[in-house]
């Protein structure tokens, strides 16, 4: 990490405690040295380490527009400790994974967030969908929400999914102006307020912002990245190619916008249940 710069707090796995196997990733509930618990996510699942960069850039960016993320963390993983994992994939997954990986605070008792069951609210519901076309989130639909509801509170979750520019850098001029599909969207039947959402946070998505969130990003995760020099290379690209977008988000907008107006029906969603994980967790 270069001197002077922001990093997030860092712990230590101390026992593994489950596999996680609604992510596709297969993340794992882990312990660490400081007696919290975490769903981690490891460099070394077939994704690659371009899904948890976008983890702590976009994670990291929501917080800043003051959206409800558990606290994310860097920690340091002994392939050592998946040995009484009965399941062969799991201790592939952890020797791959040797070293600094992501962890996200686990949420003990939390439920799937279900719209039908909690209503966000119109503010609430147009600045996570204002957010999600922002950093292209195809990964929030009713059908897989990636929001938690703990303590009568909505937590976003998951955003290996957006600033997918970045598993091919070739595509990220395009980036900026691309329609957002918002069809499948959790929140669409919300009643989202995009226009107020759009005037509260456009003006917080500085350039000093994305510099922060993008120096939250390890060194090492950021190294040998084609066609880039260096890890503060990525960087800047990261936050040129977000704040292009901002600069031209009319052109995304309105079609969002368009999609908000027809509205639609709220779907069935699940009822409000423990995850299958935190189930066998408990």
């Known amino acids: 990490m270069q001197a002077g710069r922001a990093e997030l707090r860092h712990v230590t796995a101390i026992r593994y405690v489950t596999p996680l196997r609604e992510g596709g990733s297969l993340p794992g509930l882990m312990e660490a040295d400081d007696l919290g618990t975490y769903a981690v996510k490891f460099t070394g699942a077939g994704q690659g380490r371009s899904v948890l960069v976008a983890e702590i850039v976009s994670g990291e960016l929501a917080r800043r527009l003051g959206l409800p993320v558990p606290e994310l963390c860097t920690v340091t993983v002994d392939p050592?400790?998946?040995?009484?994992?009965?399941?062969?994939?799991?201790?592939?997954?952890?020797?791959?994974?040797?070293?600094?990986?992501?962890?996200?605070?686990?949420?003990?008792?939390?439920?799937?967030f279900d719209p039908l069951a909690f209503d966000p609210g119109p503010e609430l519901a147009g600045r996570v969908l204002w957010f999600d076309a922002l950093v292209g989130n195809v990964d929030r639909s009713w059908r897989n929400s990636n929001m938690?509801?703990?303590?009568?509170?909505?937590?976003?979750?998951?955003?290996?999914?957006?600033?997918?520019?970045?598993?091919?850098?070739?595509?990220?001029?395009?980036?900026?102006?691309?329609?957002?599909?918002?069809?499948?969207?959790?929140?669409?039947?919300?009643?989202?307020?995009?226009?107020?959402?759009?005037?509260?946070?456009?003006?917080?998505?500085?350039?000093?912002?994305?510099?922060?969130?993008?120096?939250?990003?390890?060194?090492?995760?950021?190294?040998?990245?084609?066609?880039f020099s260096s890890p503060q290379e990525v960087r800047a690209a990261f936050a040129t190619t977000i704040a292009a977008r901002l600069a031209v988000r009319e052109s995304w907008l309105a079609g969002v916008a368009e999609q908000v107006a027809a509205g639609r029906p709220r779907p069935t969603t699940r009822a409000p249940h423990p995850p299958s994980w935190l189930r066998r967790a408990r």
């Open 80 to 112: 050592d400790l998946g040995l009484s994992e009965p399941d062969q994939e799991v201790q592939e997954l952890l020797r791959r994974s040797a070293g600094l990986n992501l962890a996200i605070d686990f949420l003990p008792g939390a439920l799937d």
């Open 148 to 227: 938690l509801l703990w303590h009568r509170g909505p937590y976003l979750i998951d955003h290996g999914a957006t600033l997918t520019f970045a598993h091919a850098w070739s595509a990220a001029p395009g980036f900026a102006g691309r329609p957002y599909d918002a069809s499948d969207h959790v929140l669409l039947g919300c009643h989202p307020d995009l226009d107020g959402a759009d005037r509260a946070l456009a003006p917080l998505v500085t350039p000093e912002v994305l510099a922060d969130v993008t120096a939250l990003v390890p060194d090492e995760w950021l190294a040998d990245e084609p066609g």
